[in-house]
């Protein structure tokens, strides 16, 4: 399974393009209020067309070295979310960490849960991933019942654990694990 994937309602699920700044950042915009009790402070330059195409141009060099993948959630054009396989580890771990977002005025349209669900399969299949692990705050239950439809396990309590809108904030840390093969030998 390749990306691009047909979600919900005609939404896509696609790799992050450099050209995807503007959209990003009107994206972002929309939604500052919606994920600010969920995302770290940004800095000022975050929120202009110059910070999301820097952003990206970093993102992209990650994902050329295989670190992250990322993904947005695109329809009509417009982005209604992102979603992203991060600190990709490889060797005896073979592992990832989700995260994810979606717009306020696309939630409870089944798209998280598709797009979870969609990055579980490229991880087990195309990226030969073991592990996958994802953190939600206590409080966002919605993306815990996301998480669990999909699979995922609770294994952990972490206190203080990211610095989430100015503070340090607690976090349910959750697994999936995707299939039992054996770590790919590494290339010499």
């Known amino acids: 399974m390749a990306l691009p994937v047909i979600l919900p ?29 969920y995302d770290p402070l940004r800095p000022e330059a975050f929120w202009t067309l110059d910070g999301q195409q820097r952003r ?3 993102l992209l060099q990650q994902q050329q070295a295989g670190a992250v993948l990322g993904t947005a959630i695109v329809r009509d054009g417009e ?19 989700l995260g994810y977002w979606v717009a306020a ?5 089944g798209l998280a849960s598709a797009t979870v669900a969609a990055l579980c399969k490229l ?21 815990q019942g996301v ?5 995922f396990e ?7 654990y990211l610095h ?17 093969r054996p770590a790919a030998l590494p290339r010499c």
């Open 123 to 143: 991880a087990d299949q195309e990226l030969d991933l073991h592990r996958l692990s994802a953190s939600t705050m206590p409080s966002n239950v919605a993306s």
């Open 164 to 180: 989430i809108n100015g503070a340090w904030s607690d976090a349910i840390l959750f697994q999936r694990i995707l299939n039992d």
């Open 56 to 58: 990206l141009e970093s």
């Open 79 to 97: 982005i209604l979310g992102t979603a992203m396989l991060n600190t990709i580890v490889r060797g005896a771990a073979c592992t990832a960490s």
């Open 9 to 37: 309602g005609g939404a896509v699920l696609r790799a992050q393009e450099i050209g995807d700044a503007p959209a990003l950042l009107d994206a972002y915009l929309r939604n500052r209020e919606h994920l600010q009790r």
């Open 154 to 160: 609770k294994f952990g309590f972490a206190p203080r």
């Open 105 to 109: 005025d696309a939630l409870r349209q």
């Open 147 to 151: 998480l669990a439809k999909n699979g």
